[in-house]
């Protein structure tokens, strides 16, 4: 059961990001999704920064309390 949460939570947080920088922040980003898959490619990094770090700590916090289900990357 653990892993289906992880992965709702992991969807969930990977689509507010890329809304919130597309509607909210504005950037013309290029979002790209595909079978369990999101790409987000930001035109302005620094104006992105703070809601990308957001993402950044979600998921890692996610990791702490599920270190076998999810790894993060950087």
């Given at each position: 059961m653990?892993?289906?949460?992880?992965?709702?939570?992991?969807?969930?947080?990977?689509?507010?990001?890329?809304?919130?920088?597309?509607?909210?922040i504005g950037d013309n980003a290029q979002?790209?999704?595909d079978d369990g898959?999101?790409?987000?490619?930001?035109d302005d990094a620094e104006e992105c920064s703070v809601v990308?770090?957001?993402?950044?700590?979600h998921l890692c916090e996610l990791q702490k309390e599920?270190?076998?289900k999810i790894k993060v990357i950087m």
């Open positions: 653990d892993g289906k949460l992880v992965c709702a939570a992991v969807s969930s947080a990977a689509i507010l990001t890329a809304n919130t920088v597309t509607e909210i979002v790209e999704t898959y999101l790409k987000l490619f930001v990308l770090n957001g993402l950044h700590l599920y270190p076998n």
